[in-house]
């Protein structure tokens, strides 16, 4: 554990494979998997492939929208890397359909998406649709080209010096705004009750977005939010809160995820 | 040594100096007077200080012609516009139906004149002295029947019928006539053929035409007489069916002649040229000047009309049209007036313009012999008699205001319009701009035409005076009334551009735009209030006089957007008095040009600055060394700065071919909005329809200002419209549009629903028409402004942007439409090709790379093709020549080597080359398949590029992978069995008479979608940009082999009972009888699609 699960939406193999020797290089989890007997990396993108032509019986894009979003829950994905065109010569939809019918699945816990576009040329095709997509999920996407440099594609040094911090920076502000979705939602919950860590929820929500978060507090995070519910006495409910808080306050650039 | 000499009067004339915006002379109505203009040459005004001329012609009686009312005139006066000797005239005289129309009277007058024929006319008669032996010579030369007589007489079609009538009655068929043409006959023959017949002692010379207009004819002719009879000859006579001519010109052909005998004496206008051109030609100037500098592509259409109008010379007479009788009217009226002035050159006794109607003998009851009448007088050459004009203008202002109670009467009584008095109305309206009544500016006559406008919504009564059954010509009337009073505004400020000044403030009295509640009376003063703006023109150019003006950004090499307005202020700086000539103090006045502290708007600083970019951009002096892309950049990003805010702009050009370009696209955020392929998708999809644009097309509101499609009203075509997100009629705000003076919503269209989505609220489209065609015809571009807030109230933007059009279609026309832009393209193209390097390619370069790859020489030859497109071929809809395209032709033929291919052979190839791509995890990945290639070809042979061929093949076998069929794990067949298996049939034919080869592939896929069908077979491009890959490389490849090669798809279901070929289809994947419904879409979604090519012979 520790590291950050990607999803990688790609139709071309080569590109695929080349994005995930980028990638593992850098230590991030890379899926779909080769190894995975349910679903393999031909397979998944035969499901992306199908999701995307509107031609294919409904009960096929609904088999194939399943298949991808199962591929997301089991791995527990942090990111999706997602490619703009994923269709051949039909009219298909793109990258951003996609990930807007992902997160629309999970409304709430919105996952954060960067998509690749292979050259700035689509840029004009592509930027309406965009548009609408970043006003309704605000702060949780980027926009990268593949790294076009003459003949190459996916260049490695591009790769680590661009897109490697864009996943990151992206991934920190998606957790980030994960955890403030949770603690908006349990300030409604307490609003009527306690309200001594109703005040403690909204400073570590102030906190969040100037502390970069660490994994520590990221597991303590997930300990408290499993433990919440049934700790019902919520006896030592501020001294949780204020651990985190101090998690946060302590925590230095160098050692954020 | 110094002049000090002090200036001293020769006379001293008391003068009062008015302030030309404030003169009560001019603009109050109770105290004005007819305005004498000068224009800049000269100081005194184009003025006759006499009253219209006396007429020396002798009456009726005394030269025994018919009287002018007992002539009849029908079908021999026609009106139409036609060049006789060089005099631009109105109307064209049938001589035959003259004489028909009078035959016994022309017969008595030859019998009244036959006496005094060779007896010159008494000099008493020409008003001077005679003896009484001079009286008994002349009328010893009395004709006698010894005589022999000549008639000379112009060669010319229209006279010889009244020669012939002279001759017969006159002279009893004894005449020797010579006829010569002025024009084309040699002056040195008439001299050798006819000198010994003039010059008998016994010859009678009589002159013989149907017409004396000018005299240039008669004078011409007389001269060469003379000359023929060594300065000796004299004419007998001069004979004319009507005499037309002016006063001085019957005198001097009197005096040449001895004696003229008309059978009519018509008084016509002299012709004095305005300006050095004739007045029709001075009036087509005139519209040319206006349609110069108005604003508006509908006003300019009515301007351009007119201006036609006169031009149309010698135009077949339509004896139906309308204006026939009026003109007639007008042709008596003149005469009638003529004779008036004749017998009462100081118009004594008479006050009212009934009295000159009385004391002119032109009587009629109908308004039309009124406006007849008062037409010609309100006109060249009458306006240009200082009393008369007076006396006119004083009339005028009497009818004006009779026509305002009645109308006023009509409007408080709630009662239709009459036609007649509508017409009377535009009348005197268009007679206010002649005689500079500046009442038709006053708040009073604006509240007048606004009652008149509703007036005209509730329906106008017809000539029969049924209310709403006007005729065509009725209606068009009522329709164009507001362009007809817009052009009477733009003539009067052209004429007297403070009369823009009097316009904006009356305008802004208290209730007078509100009082304007129509839609059409909303449209005529929304296009006023823009058509004032023109006065800025003056002062510009002011300023292009100005040498430091026009070199102000010669040495500029780059554009600075913040400092470049430092520049024009610096200018003013140093010449301060420019900001206090009268054309910026007009100007200021009426745009508010400067603030309270004398600054210069910095809105103007920026219209300014656009004016001299793109005005040095057409001379190419200044920023020669910016690109075009960098050029329109900074104009549409200036434009935007003329709001005042910060705005989203984008601006479309079109070219030759009408396809449209998006060459500029930026939100505030420097985002793009616009989908620029999406633009021409429409256009392309229509051209085979009815032409309009599909209803859903998201750019619909675009497009149909940009192909200037009329708007709500019908009518008018858009040249600036406005959208504004406001408050509807419906609980939630909606677009409507702000000129459709209509309360019902704007249909809300995807560009307008994004706008909103993206948090505009306000939307502004101009079109750029090209003012080289036809006004409103040709659409050169589109500008469009949105911004966050409602910008429609901002008047000074909306006119300098319209003020900037007639720039902008120049630099569009030059830019766009040209090599420069074709360059531009071309690096775009190249541009395409580099981008191409980038993704499909890859993977192909992968393919070729791997060891013992068969497809090698199929990817060099798909590169080869598309560098060669790439740099060869810029777009076969833009500006590159036919020639380009043969020339790639030539280098494809010399490329690729053209041989006999075995038909069999290659079939067989292709097989082993489909599996080894199929089974490919480069392509995607590693894919089963049925994979078959046959032929069924009777030839052997085909002559064609094998390399061609295999790269065809290789492209679309890759296309048929790319495209297969995808099963999911829950997919299963018709027949129930879970064979997921894609298949490809390769089959080769012949057709033509073997003169074609056709392959076919066919491949099991999802359906296509009937838009990728469409487009494939109407041999368009589907990949995005334009890029030529893909099918589109092949396309373009087969294309310019031979045009009738060709490429196309088809589908159809795998399981159903196709109607092709009426036979029970097979299930695509198990091959076995389907038993699904045929009726609709597959449910298992398999088709089977088939590409195919039809290949004739390479012929070099």
Not at chain 2, 354 to 361: I, L, N, T
Request: overall charge neutral; some cysteine.
């Amino acid at each position: 554990m520790g590291k950050i699960n990607i999803l990688v939406v790609e139709n071309q193999s080569t590109q695929f494979y080349k994005i995930k020797d980028n990638l593992c290089n850098k230590e991030y989890n890379v899926f779909p998997n080769e190894s995975d007997t349910d679903c393999n990396v031909t397979e998944f993108v035969n499901y992306v492939k199908v999701w995307v032509n509107e031609e294919y019986p409904d009960a096929y894009k609904k088999e194939a929208f399943e298949k991808i979003c199962n591929q997301i829950e089991k791995n527990q994905i942090d990111l999706i890397l997602m490619d703009h065109i994923l269709g051949g010569g039909c009219k298909c939809k793109t990258g951003i359909a996609l990930a807007r019918a992902i997160n629309s699945k999970w409304k709430g816990v919105e996952l954060p998406v960067l998509f690749m576009s292979r050259t700035e040329e689509s840029e004009k095709r592509r930027l309406m649709d965009y548009n609408r997509y970043m006003a309704d999920f605000p702060q949780l996407s980027q926009w990268l080209h593949k790294g076009f440099f003459g003949d190459e594609i996916l260049n490695e040094d591009y790769f680590s010096n661009v897109v490697i911090d864009a996943i990151d920076a992206l991934y920190k502000k998606g957790q980030t705004e994960k955890y403030k979705k949770i603690l908006v939602q349990w300030v409604k919950e307490d609003e009527t009750g306690d309200k001594k860590s109703t005040q403690m929820y909204k400073i570590l929500y102030d906190y969040l977005g100037k502390y970069p978060v660490t994994l520590e507090f990221k597991k303590a995070f997930e300990d408290y939010k499993s433990n919440r519910l049934l700790d019902a006495s919520k006896k030592n409910d501020c001294k949780k809160i204020q651990h985190l808080l101090n998690l946060l306050r302590s925590s230095t650039p160098q050692l954020s995820l | 040594m110094e002049w000090n000499i002090p200036e001293e009067p020769l006379l001293r004339l008391p003068a009062t100096w008015h302030s030309p915006e404030e003169c009560a002379l001019c603009f109050d109505d109770s105290q004005s007077k007819p305005l004498f203009e000068t224009d800049k040459t000269s100081l005194s005004p184009a003025l006759i200080i006499n009253p219209p001329a006396n007429i020396k012609k002798l009456r009726a009686e005394e030269n025994k012609s018919q009287p002018f009312d007992k002539v009849n005139f029908d079908g021999s006066i026609l009106y139409c516009k036609v060049i006789r000797n060089g005099e631009h005239l109105l109307f064209s005289s049938k001589t035959d139906a003259l004489i028909d129309n009078n035959t016994q009277e022309i017969q008595d007058w030859l019998e009244r004149i036959r006496p005094e024929l060779g007896i010159s006319l008494s000099r008493e008669k020409q008003g001077e002295k005679e003896s009484e032996t001079e009286t008994e010579i002349r009328k010893a030369r009395a004709l006698k029947k010894t005589d022999k007589v000549i008639i000379l007489s112009p060669c010319h079609y229209s006279n010889t019928r009244f020669i012939y009538i002279i001759n017969r009655y006159l002279f009893h068929s004894a005449a020797t006539i010579i006829h010569y043409q002025p024009d084309t006959d040699y002056s040195d023959n008439f001299k050798l053929l006819y000198e010994k017949h003039l010059n008998q002692t016994d010859a009678r010379i009589f002159f013989v035409d149907d017409t004396l207009i000018s005299g240039r004819t008669f004078f011409r002719i007389y001269d060469l007489f003379r000359f023929a009879t060594g300065y000796q000859g004299k004419l007998s006579g001069a004979i004319f069916l009507s005499d037309k001519s002016a006063a001085d010109i019957h005198t001097r052909v009197l005096r040449a002649a001895g004696r003229i005998d008309a059978f009519v004496n018509i008084n016509l206008p002299l012709s004095p040229r305005v300006f050095n051109a004739n007045p029709l030609e001075y009036e087509a100037r005139r519209y040319r000047e206006l349609y110069e500098t108005s604003l508006h592509d509908a006003l300019k259409s009515e301007l351009t009309e007119k201006a036609n109008l006169l031009k149309r010379f010698g135009a077949t007479v339509d004896t139906r049209d309308p204006r026939q009788k009026q003109h007639v009217r007008m042709f008596k009226a003149t005469h009638l007036a003529y004779e008036l002035f004749g017998k009462n050159p100081e118009l004594k006794g008479i006050d009212t313009f009934d009295d000159f109607m009385r004391e002119s003998g032109f009587v009629c009851e109908d308004v039309e012999c009124r406006i007849a009448m008062f037409k010609i007088l309100s006109q060249y050459p009458f306006l240009l008699h200082m009393t008369l004009r007076i006396e006119v203008f004083r009339w005028h202002k009497t009818w004006m205001r009779k026509i305002s109670d009645e109308l006023r009467g009509i409007f408080d009584r709630r009662e239709a319009l009459p036609c007649a008095k509508f017409e009377e109305l535009k009348f005197l309206i268009r007679r206010s701009v002649f005689l500079g009544n500046f009442y038709i500016l006053s708040a009073e006559f604006f509240r007048l035409l606004a009652e008149v406008f509703e007036l005209l919504e509730q329906g106008m009564a017809s000539a029969s005076g049924i209310v709403g059954q006007l005729s065509r010509n009725e209606q068009e009337n009522v329709e164009n009334f507001h362009l007809y009073i817009l052009a009477q505004y733009v003539e009067m400020i052209r004429k007297n551009r403070w009369c823009a000044v009097q316009l904006v403030r009356t305008l802004e009295k208290n209730g007078v735009e509100q009082a304007f509640g129509t839609s059409a009376g909303k449209r005529m003063i929304r296009m006023l209030k823009i058509e004032i703006a023109t006065v800025v023109d003056d002062f510009y150019h002011l300023l292009e006089k100005d040498r430091a003006w026009t070199n102000l950004y010669v040495e500029a090499k780059s554009i600075d957007k913040d400092k470049d307005n430092e520049w024009i202020k610096c200018y003013f700086e140093h010449n301060p008095s420019l900001l206090k000539t009268p054309e910026f103090v007009l100007a200021n006045k009426v745009l508010k040009l400067l603030d309270e502290k004398g600054g210069i708007e910095p809105r103007f600083l920026d219209y300014l600055w656009i004016k001299q970019f793109l005005d040095r951009s057409r001379e190419d002096r200044a920023f020669s060394e910016i690109s075009l892309t960098k050029k329109t950049e900074a104009i549409v990003e200036r434009m935007c700065r003329l709001f005042d805010q910060n705005l989203g702009a984008f601006f479309i050009v079109t070219d030759k071919t009408q396809y449209r370009h998006l060459v500029f696209d930026r939100t505030p955020d420097q985002l793009s909005l616009i989908d620029a392929d999406a633009l021409n998708e429409s256009m392309d999809e229509d051209s085979g329809k009815n032409g309009q644009p599909c209803s859903q097309h998201q750019y619909e509101i675009l497009l149909n200002s940009l192909d200037g499609r009329p708007d709500a009203s019908k009518f008018d075509k858009h040249v600036i419209a406005e959208y504004g997100f406001r408050e509807g009629p419906g609980p939630d705000p909606t677009w409507k549009n702000l000129y459709e003076e209509t309360d019902s919503s704007y249909k809300s269209s995807d560009y307008l629903k994004y706008l909103e989505e993206n948090g505009y609220r306000w939307l502004l489209l101009e079109r750029i028409s090209d003012f080289k065609a036809a006004p409103g015809q040709v659409s050169l571009g589109l500008l469009g402004f949105y911004a966050n807030k409602d910008l429609s109230k901002s008047l000074l933007s909306r006119q300098l942007i319209m003020l900037l059009r007639k720039d902008l279609s120049t630099f569009i026309r030059m830019h766009h439409k040209n090599d420069e832009f074709s360059a531009l393209r071309a690096a775009e193209a190249t541009r395409r090709f580099a981008y191409l390097a980038g993704h499909g390619r890859y993977m192909m370069q992968q393919l070729a790379n791997t060891d013992s790859s068969k497809c090698r020489p199929m990817i060099m030859t798909m590169e080869q093709l598309q560098y060669l497109f790439a740099i060869r071929n810029v777009d076969e809809r833009g500006n590159a020549q036919q020639s380009r395209r043969e020339e790639l032709r030539g280098k494809i033929i010399n490329g690729f080597y053209t041989n006999e291919i075995a038909i069999k052979n290659f079939a067989n190839s292709l097989q082993e080359l489909a599996k080894t791509i199929y089974s490919s995890p480069i392509v995607e990945t590693s894919v089963q398949a049925d994979i078959r290639s046959d032929s069924d070809s009777t030839a052997c042979t085909f002559p064609f590029s094998e390399r061609l061929l295999q790269f065809f093949c290789f492209e679309l076998i890759v296309n048929a992978k790319k495209n297969r069929y995808i099963y999911t794990q829950n997919w299963t067949c018709e027949n129930g069995k879970n064979l997921k298996k894609n298949m490809l049939h390769i089959r080769f034919s012949m057709a033509d008479n073997d003169s074609a080869m056709v392959v076919e592939f066919t491949g099991t896929g999802p359906y296509p979608g009937s838009s990728v069908i469409g487009t494939i077979n109407a041999g368009r491009n589907t990949k995005p940009q334009n890029e030529i890959a893909g099918l589109e490389l092949i396309r373009q490849v087969i294309k310019i082999l031979n045009q009738d090669n060709s490429l196309a798809i088809s589908t159809r279901k795998g399981c159903v009972a196709c109607e092709s070929c009426k036979m029970k289809c097979t299930c695509a994947t198990c091959s076995l009888s389907c038993n699904s419904d045929c009726s609709n879409k597959c449910k298992y979604g398999v088709y089977r699609n088939t590409i195919k090519l039809i290949l004739h012979k390479i012929q070099k």
